[in-house]
């Protein structure tokens, strides 16, 4: 199968900010341990031809710090298009964050909601109805993680649809964040089914599967999922928190754990399509005026292909041992 390019690109740029939140304050002296899996980061990077967006984001050994102005909201939430990306699968939401809908053959399930109520009233719900997509057929909700721009609206949507909401229980415990820091997140919902590793959740036609994947939270959940590519089943996968905090070798060491987990599960049930949250990490609002610009013949940007999709989260894992030779002189097993 021929790999769409403009599709790997995107996922160059998802890898490149596996630090979100995070700024630089310096770069070490690299570790010839540290630089031989950046040399093999930059030789997978190759497969895009985006060697410098890699470095510049999750391949860069800047000692990096939480940025203490983090909860200034400052990120572009504008509206994206609501975009149907595959025969049953579509993506609504802002610049800054997205909301996965599975239209199954007796209702929706949804992947994350957004940051508020306010959120959902007046850019979710009116692209839903855009798509042709009934908010109140929703029967599952699936919360990748405990930060509220991801369950900021999943209350709201319980209340119209009666559907349960799934998160882990490490993110369901964890702490809510000041208020005064996030106030254009509506509160946490209150905890309703916790999600487990390999658990399966079937609606209608279409069963996705959790797998626990901790680092961004403790708790971060990342989904494995069928679309329908003109009526061809493929099987899609969204990691579900980019990002760690790159000083802690624990944290970093967690990540890892996990990157190696998905990597194997994936490999397993033949990922070809690669999908993320955050619209801007990947280059999904480019994909998407691309899908829609289609014609027939011509492939979907997000479709990669397994090879790809697994040579991906290779770069990842070699940027996150990468850090974790220079912190500590040594590679995680």
Known sequence: MQINRFGMIGLA???????????????PKVSAAAQRYLDEAKGLSQIGGYAAAMHRGVCSLAVRQQDPNSGIDTKDRSAIEPTQVF??????GDRDVGMWLIN???????????????????????QMQKLGLDPAQTKVIIVTHGHGDHYGAAEFFRKMSGAPIYMSKADWEMPVAPRTKTPYWSPKPKPDVIATDGQKITVGDATVTLYLTPGHTPGTVSVILPVKDHGVTRMAALWGGTGADSSNPNALKLYSGSLKHFTAVTKAANVEIELLAHPGLDDTIKRED??????????????????NYQKYLTMMQDCIQARLANLEGQRTP
């Open 290 to 307: 691309a899908v829609r610009a289609l014609k027939p013949g011509q492939q979907n940007p997000f479709l990669i292909g397994s090879e």
């Open 87 to 92: 025969d049953n699968l579509y993506n609504v």
């Open 104 to 126: 199954t053959s007796i209702g929706i399930i949804m992947i994350d909601a957004n940051n508020s109520d306010d959120n959902a009233r007046q850019v979710l719900l009116p």
């Open 13 to 27: 740029v998802s890898a490149s900010f596996l630090c979100t939140g995070l700024f630089a304050q310096g770069q």
